[in-house]
């Protein structure tokens, strides 16, 4: 890298697109971020693609003054994130995201045609609904099939965003992995089989680019609207969870990053493939490397149940304050907690949160409790699973918004015999990460 140019690592979550400048020394020297919302209705959970578009404006806009200096772009996605996508890379329908269940018939269908034992040899996942984004276009094809005939291609997030900075049609092995189309037991390929049996045409699917290669340049367009170099090497990037990995330092089979935020995640580094019903696998962004998951709703049911049972705290008091003084005294509960908020991103069947245990002497502090018991207490249930099948490595690498000192207290009681390493900004720290491994 030259003495005044900089790397442009972009993390696009869920609910806000953050991006980050990377010296020459690959240090992280500033960040910007804008927020945007998912709408959801009875089953379905989408969001506008267009709108991640603005808020990438918005970002660039309070960067302009380094972004002349910008040597290479990485982004990072959440996923998945299904778009059906016209010839020139405009959404013809929200992106069907993650938590989106509309398509449990397709699911079964789809299960019930190809048969879990290859879904599992090939994709190493189950197509679960949503969260395997084939059921999800197995739906348009079924409920909105001028949309699915009109689609040129059937991408995630980074499909669209690479598209519309570079004018290069793309997708990354840690995406295609959750698209149940994708050989990720082999990292791969897509699969003609898989396709072929769900009539699926491939040729609706975009090329397959590794994680750490480049897939295009800046194009004028985008470089007249943000301030960036006309030709500003683009690098494919990965899945937002991968990339963390990358930027906490898992690279190795064994290793384990938790991602405490808006969901609380579990991710683990496989030398080799393992697929399970019960979690997801990925491949990881450094080739022949595998990453497992295991997800729910974390940070999105604490908010939920301080807007509805702690109405007269503010947002402050109850993190920084009552959670904080709870968390340090209370070391059991009698109340249990279900954590399907947002369903069970590992089952065909729709589950439901619920309390249990509760007797007229239970408390506001004892729901609250067994909320965080039952998030997190997953992770640990999904730690001794995985203590079975391979060697797992001392140290937890925490990183998320939901990271704090309470938090970590409280994760160090739960996590007995691990060491609890907080990090920081990991998504952007790992495109720098695929960045360096180019530019070398």
């Given at each position: 890298?030259?003495?005044k ?5 972009i993390d696009?979550?869920?609910s ?12 992280l020297?500033v960040?910007?971020q804008?927020e945007?919302?998912y709408?959801?209705f009875g089953?379905?959970?989408q969001?506008?693609?267009e709108e991640?578009?603005?808020a990438?404006l ?9 972004l ?6 990485v982004?990072?996605?959440?996923s998945p ?6 010839e020139d890379g405009?959404?013809?329908?929200p992106?069907i995201i993650?938590?989106?269940r509309?398509?449990v018939?397709?699911?079964k269908?789809?299960?019930a ?10 994709a190493?996942n189950?197509p679960?609904?949503?969260g395997?984004s ?6 348009l ?6 949309i699915?005939e009109k689609?040129?291609?059937f ?5 669209f ?8 049609w793309s997708i990354?092995p840690?995406n295609?992995s959750l698209?149940?189309l994708?050989?990720?037991v ?12 769900l009539?699926i ?6 090329p397959v680019?590794?994680?750490t ?8 367009e985008?470089?007249?609207s943000t301030?960036m170099?006309c030709g500003?090497p683009?690098?494919?990037?990965s ?5 963390a990995a ?5 690279l190795k089979?064994?290793q384990?990053?938790n991602i405490?935020g808006?969901?609380?995640i ?8 393992i697929p399970h019903e019960?979690?997801y696998?990925r491949t990881?962004?450094?080739l022949?490397?595998?990453l497992m998951f295991d997800i729910?709703?974390?940070g999105?049911a604490?908010?939920w ?10 947002k402050e008091?109850?993190?920084?304050s009552y ?9 059991s509960?009698?109340v ?12 065909l069947r729709?589950?439901k949160?619920s309390f249990s245990?509760l007797?007229l002497?239970?408390?506001r502090?004892d729901?609250?409790?067994a909320?965080m018991?039952g998030?997190?207490g997953r992770?640990?249930?999904?730690l001794?699973?995985?203590a079975?099948l391979?060697?797992?490595?001392r140290?937890?690498y925490l ?5 704090n000192?309470?938090?970590m ?7 007995s ?6 990090k ?5 720290k ?5 960045a360096k491994?180019?530019?070398?």
């Amino acid at each position: 890298m030259n003495k005044k140019s900089y790397i442009l690592a972009i993390d696009i979550g869920t609910s806000s697109l953050k991006a980050g400048l990377f010296n020459k020394s690959y240090q992280l020297f500033v960040v910007r971020q804008a927020e945007y919302s998912y709408h959801s209705f009875g089953m379905c959970v989408q969001i506008e693609p267009e709108e991640i578009w603005k808020a990438f404006l918005k970002v660039m806009d309070g960067l302009r003054d380094y972004l002349s200096q910008v040597e290479t772009v990485v982004p990072c996605v959440f996923s998945p994130a299904l778009i059906a996508l016209d010839e020139d890379g405009n959404a013809l329908y929200p992106a069907i995201i993650h938590w989106d269940r509309r398509s449990v018939k397709q699911a079964k269908e789809a299960l019930a045609k190809v048969g879990k034992e290859k879904f599992l040899h090939i994709a190493g996942n189950i197509p679960y609904p949503g969260g395997i984004s084939v059921t999800s276009i197995l739906w348009l094809k079924e409920k909105e099939k001028q949309i699915f005939e009109k689609a040129f291609k059937f991408g995630h997030m980074n499909t669209f965003f690479v598209k519309r900075l570079t004018g290069r049609w793309s997708i990354d092995p840690t995406n295609a992995s959750l698209t149940g189309l994708y050989n990720t037991v082999a990292y791969s390929d897509w699969s003609e089989e898989i396709a072929r049996e769900l009539e699926i045409p491939l040729e609706k699917l975009p090329p397959v680019i590794p994680s750490t290669e480049i897939v295009g340049n800046v194009t004028r367009e985008v470089a007249r609207s943000t301030g960036m170099r006309c030709g500003t090497p683009v690098i494919m990037g990965s899945n937002d969870t991968s990339s963390a990995a990358l930027g906490a330092g898992v690279l190795k089979g064994g290793q384990i990053l938790n991602i405490s935020g808006s969901s609380e995640i579990l991710t683990i580094c496989m030398d080799r493939p393992i697929p399970h019903e019960k979690y997801y696998l990925r491949t990881h962004p450094l080739l022949n490397k595998w990453l497992m998951f295991d997800i729910t709703t974390g940070g999105f049911a604490l908010e939920w149940f301080r807007s509805q049972f702690c109405r007269e705290m503010s947002k402050e008091e109850f993190y920084s304050s009552y959670l904080r003084k709870l968390m340090e005294k209370k070391m059991s509960s009698s109340v249990n907690f279900n954590p399907y908020l947002a369903g069970d991103r590992t089952s065909l069947r729709q589950k439901k949160a619920s309390f249990s245990g509760l007797t007229l002497s239970s408390s506001r502090d004892d729901c609250v409790f067994a909320l965080m018991e039952g998030t997190v207490g997953r992770m640990k249930k999904t730690l001794k699973k995985m203590a079975k099948l391979i060697d797992l490595d001392r140290t937890i690498y925490l990183t998320g918004g939901g990271v704090n000192e309470t938090l970590m207290s409280y994760r160090r009681r739960l996590f007995s015999g691990f060491n609890i390493v907080a990090k920081d900004n990991c998504s952007l720290k790992g495109c720098a990460y695929m960045a360096k491994m180019k530019l070398g």
